[in-house]
């Protein structure tokens, strides 16, 4: 089930779109989820980068020049890193940690919210929890849960 609907903020119009996974739609979705989640943590990797490298400037006694070429490149991949914390999340699903590898997809079983979850390094959604029970009530998704809409 998809939902959508606009929101206006600061001028920048926003789609929202909001959808119910499937076990079989969520495990359709993860090639494209992982390389998006790749993609992600590649960013972060060249956030610290240029963090580091401002650091180095800042220590070394750098002139204002080269100060703010350093920081405004920091502020570039900053950008580019929530930019893309974006479009992993327009596809749907919910970034719960980017250092523990850690996504969820909406879904319903029976009337009740859940989540799917997918841990880094997982070929497939293999589990799921309850809205509240994070990562630690992870149930492995089994034939008896084609309830899971």
């Known amino acids: 089930m998809q939902k959508s609907g ?6 920048f119009l926003f789609i929202i779109m909001f959808t119910y996974f499937t076990i079989k739609s ?4 993860l090639p494209g989820v992982i390389e998006k989640f790749n993609n992600l943590k590649k960013q972060k990797s060249e956030i610290i980068k ?8 800042m220590s070394s006694g750098g002139n204002f020049e080269e100060y703010i070429t350093k920081k405004q ?3 570039s991949e900053m950008t580019k890193f929530y930019q893309l914390i974006e479009d992993l999340e327009a596809t749907g699903v919910s970034l719960k940690g980017l250092d523990q590898g850690l996504l969820d997809f909406p879904s319903k079983h029976f009337d ?4 799917l979850c997918w841990k880094d390094g997982e070929t497939e959604i ?9 990562f ?7 034939i008896s849960d084609e309830s899971l809409v």
Do not use: C
């Open 136 to 142: 630690n009530g992870r149930k492995p998704i089994s």
């Open 6 to 11: 606009y929101v206006l903020i600061n001028q």
């Open 50 to 57: 240029a963090e580091q490298e401002l650091q180095i400037t």
């Open 26 to 29: 969520a495990n359709e979705a």
């Open 73 to 75: 490149k920091l502020n």
């Open 126 to 134: 293999k589990f799921w929890h309850d809205m509240d029970s994070g």
């Open 112 to 115: 009740e919210d859940v989540w």
